[in-house]
């Protein structure tokens, strides 16, 4: 059994940074840790990570014969950056939205053909069928171009089942494409300039803008593109980012992406403010002002 303890700079909320996050969605949660499947040479390895201290986590794995700092080197850029060291330029709103969840790290997504498919499995799915499915994909099967290009269908269909067995034929059309085109390497797209890579990503089957834009901003650490979802919509709308008299549900999604791009300077990092402040207070149906970081700041738009 390996064992590896990550020593941090900054104080961690490991719960936050584990519940909405799209690379956090690989990890299941397993009492006091979270656990997830990492293929390595081939081999299917199952690792473990639980906080010990405000900076320390601790990661073990079951195979004694893996290259130990590949792990380590793997688990040291899990986390990047926090969410208070993102540029949110002169808005005290923003400002007050990163003091806030300060300790909220920063995931990035190791490898981008995984954070893809899950993405893809996150799609009008919850996060805890999210992780189920993707975990009983990744513990039958190494998730990669090659191997699920040639993935029987009905064989993923039960695997990814509580994720909407649908995708299946999505995710072997995208795996064929890539192993095809693209030498089954989703990586060298990522280094295109965003509005190209984003073209490529949409065009691939099941693949729409928040799945793409999911991709860049935490595969590739992209900060020029915004993942749009009802909690960015919602909340960027009711704390008045954006003046209009539209309902925030009919105003256009390159509308939102465009003000917000032009406004926050690494938009992409912030979008989780607004994600975090909509699962935490800012509820579709009863928000909870009283309680909120950002009440004195916010203009109520409900």
């Not at 923003?94 to 969840?101: F, K, N, W």
């Not at 999604?253 to 699962?279: E, M, Q």
């Amino acid at each position: 059994m390996g064992k590896y303890y990550l020593n941090l700079d900054h104080d961690i909320d490991l719960k936050k940074t584990m519940d909405i996050e799209i690379p956090a969605l690989e990890w299941i949660p397993f009492n006091d840790r979270f656990q997830t499947v990492w293929y390595i040479n081939g081999k299917p390895v199952h690792i473990t990570m639980k906080q010990i201290a405000p900076r320390k986590l601790y990661f073990c794995y079951n195979d004694k014969y893996v290259d130990d700092e590949y792990i380590h080197k793997r688990v040291r850029n899990l986390f990047p950056f926090y969410l208070d060291q993102v540029n949110t330029g002169s808005l005290k709103i923003i400002q007050e939205l990163a003091s806030y969840y300060r300790n909220v790290a920063y995931m990035k997504s190791m490898d981008p053909f995984r954070s893809l498919i899950l993405t893809i499995l996150s799609q009008n799915k919850t996060g805890e069928a999210t992780r189920r499915a993707f975990f009983n994909l990744a513990k039958n099967v190494e998730i990669s171009p090659l191997k699920l290009s040639e993935i029987d269908e009905n064989y993923l269909r039960n695997l990814i089942r509580e994720a909407g067995p649908y995708k299946a034929k999505f995710i072997i059309k995208i795996s064929e494409i890539l192993k095809d085109k693209f030498d089954g390497n989703l990586s060298n797209i990522l280094l295109l300039p965003t509005h190209e890579a984003l073209e490529i990503l949409t065009s691939l089957p099941g693949v729409g803008h928040k799945t793409a834009a999911c991709v860049l901003v935490y595969a590739a650490l992209k900060k020029d593109i915004l993942p749009v979802d009802t909690h960015l919509r919602r909340v960027t709308y009711r704390i008045g980012l954006y003046n209009t008299d539209i309902p925030f549900s009919k105003v256009k999604k390159k509308v939102i992406i465009n003000h917000l791009l032009s406004i926050i300077p690494d938009a992409g990092y912030a979008h989780l403010y607004f994600v975090l402040l909509g699962r935490e207070f800012c509820h579709s149906r009863k928000p909870l002002c009283n309680n909120c970081p950002i009440n004195n700041l916010c203009k109520k738009r409900i």
